[in-house]
């Protein structure tokens, strides 16, 4: 009887998931026939165009380093203006705060009356320009639609139910990244736009001090300043993640092939142990932190994940492990960064990769 009423509420709940879908679909396109923005449309700014919210509520390190390109596009391109970023996780708020014309990184908090209070806040300032830079979150378009702002950029869809002002069409097989620089420069005309490529975060120094001081305690005894020293991260979500004897075979060839480098396993903070008890390893749950730590290294081996993105933005080279997602979507975008999948995705590959990169370009730390 239990199994049978255990089914049941399964079904219920499936039913009721596929209910709540379908009425959310049906809101959508009924929202989007009133007030939408189906059609790409392209026009200057206002000429008074100085305050700018950048609006991206996900709590997926990936995607707040995609968000990277497209703010230091603004802020090279509009110097009079000040950027605000609205974002979901506080860890991640050190890592946009350094970066060039940031002012306020605002975090939402998930309760209604601190949501609220923050909503008043944001509309009091005024802003002359909201950005929504995901094309498919549900939270970002209500945060833009609630903002206030007198001029509001996403991308054009036929479930874009937000009235904007600028919108740019959506390429859905394009680096995330890229996608939210490509929205500024095809829906904004009469700007000069500088434009960048690659990810980038600039650890301040308290990082730099806090980082030196894991560094110190990994490698005991020191190191040498001029061995070349490649860091790696083993875990990931779901299919993304490859399996211990993947790794163990990368750490076997590494030491095979490159007997002079050092490896620097990165660990997950539920990852007490390292991969192997001889490897020198470190967890860093401050992301600022572990951002100049991966800076320190001459490079990095990961599969598709928030450390793989922040290497790419400490600006070393980053092999990255596709074994799930495209990489075409989500590589790590860096100079020198190169990405593994298929046939490609190999232990011995990702060495030959790595040594290419990382070996005899010098350290990165005295």
Known sequence: MAQHSDVNATGFKAWLKRLRRGNRQRLNRLMTRLFGTVEPLASPLTGDTRRILVVRLNKRLGNILFLTPMLRSLAA???????????EDPRQKPLLESLPAIGQVWVRNKSLPATLRLLRRLRSIGYDLAIDPSGNSASNRLALALSGSRQRLGFAANDQWVRLTHAAPRTKSRHQALQSVELLTSSI???????????AVFPHGPSNAAAQRYWQAAFTPPIRSTTPTVGFFTPA???????ADWWQEFVALFKQRLPTARLLQIRAPDQPEPIEADIANVAVAELDVLAALLGRLNGFVAADSGPMHLAAAAGIPVVGLFKATPAEQYAPLGDDCVSLEGTALTASAAVDAISQRALYRGSRVA
């Not at 391109?77 to 974002?87: G, K």
């Not at 005309?189 to 990810?199: D, N, Q, R, S, Y």
Request: net charge negative; charged share 15%.
């Open 77 to 87: 391109s509009l110097p009079a203006a000040t950027i605000d970023v609205l974002i």
């Open 189 to 199: 005309t009469g700007v000069p736009w500088k434009t960048f490529e690659t990810l």
């Open 237 to 243: 979500t779901g299919a993304k993640q490859l399996d």
